[in-house]
């Protein structure tokens, strides 16, 4: 069990902003309602979530999003192992619909915006393989 202070309701709503935080960008409706998790089991579980418009723009894709949801999100984080197994995911569910951008309709406002999400993407896409390629020699060095 949890300790006294930090009781599973307290603890729900924490993870929920973290995954809030680390998620937001690209899908709406984390909540504690949304959440379920055996947090010693490292499983924690999401339902019923809706893709956010600019959830592509924020991946760098060119095209605009109609509608999407995601039916579950699966995640299971190996706590006792947390720096030399991975965390999995799984998605179960995902529905897109999306059309080619328009970027003729576009004010300068909205390109901007687009191509600054676009950036900000390789950037992280780059970050996270540099640290990927530090985490693989640092554990070949050890």
Request: some cysteine; proline content about 6%.
């Amino acid at each position: 069990p949890l300790p006294p202070l930090l009781g599973a309701d307290m603890f729900q709503g924490i993870l929920a902003a973290v995954l809030d935080r680390a998620l937001g960008k690209y899908v709406a409706g984390i909540d504690s309602a949304s959440l379920r998790v055996a947090v010693f089991s490292g499983h924690v579980e999401l339902t019923a979530l809706t893709l956010r418009p600019e959830a592509l723009y924020a991946l760098g894709l060119p095209a605009d999003l109609v509608t999407g949801t995601i039916a579950r999100v699966e995640l299971h984080v190996p706590w006792a192992r947390l720096g030399s197994e991975p965390i999995r995911v799984l998605l179960e569910g995902v529905h897109v619909v999306a059309v080619p951008v328009d970027v003729g309709a576009w004010d300068e406002e909205a390109r901007a915006a687009w191509l600054w999400a676009r950036k900000q993407a390789e950037v992280e896409a780059e970050l996270s393989c540099m640290l990927r390629e530090l985490g693989a020699a640092g554990a070949a060095a050890a």
